[in-house]
């Protein structure tokens, strides 16, 4: 599965951004999928995950509310909807896939990667 990311972008504090991510494959529905961030100097963290039919999602606690991840399996995408952004959002946005549907903040559990879309909050 090959991975691909996009819809990052500067934006003012408040504001808001959809990420995109198109997978490769007939089998993407197989699959559950994660967003996750890395800023500058830090750690890359969990953001997000929703599993292969949509029903189960899960997030970071500082994220609910103002963020929503969401899948359209025919078009092979995962979106997820940024709000209100913040200035600590500032980040490289990477989507992930994976097997399965536990253990979803892990990164190690995940097996394709994308190549990660910049998202830059001014305040």
């Known amino acids: 599965v090959q991975l691909q990311a996009s819809g990052g972008g500067l934006v003012q504090a408040g504001g808001s951004l959809r990420l995109s991510c198109v997978a490769s494959?007939?089998?993407?529905?197989?699959?559950?999928m994660g967003w996750f961030r890395q800023a500058p100097g830090k750690e890359r963290d969990f953001v997000a995950a929703?599993?292969?039919?949509?029903?189960?999602?899960l997030y970071l606690d500082s994220v609910k509310g103002r963020f929503t991840i969401s899948r359209d399996n025919a078009k092979n995408t995962v979106y997820l909807q940024v709000n209100s952004l913040k200035p600590d959002d500032t980040a490289v946005y990477y989507c992930?896939?994976?097997?399965?549907?536990?253990?979803?903040?892990?990164?190690?559990?995940?097996?394709?990667w994308g190549q990660g879309t910049q998202v830059t909050v001014s305040s």
């Open positions: 929703i599993n292969w039919s949509g029903g189960s999602t």
């Open positions: 992930a896939a994976r097997m399965g549907y536990t253990s979803m903040t892990a990164d190690r559990s995940y097996l394709y």
């Open positions: 494959g007939r089998t993407f529905s197989s699959y559950s």
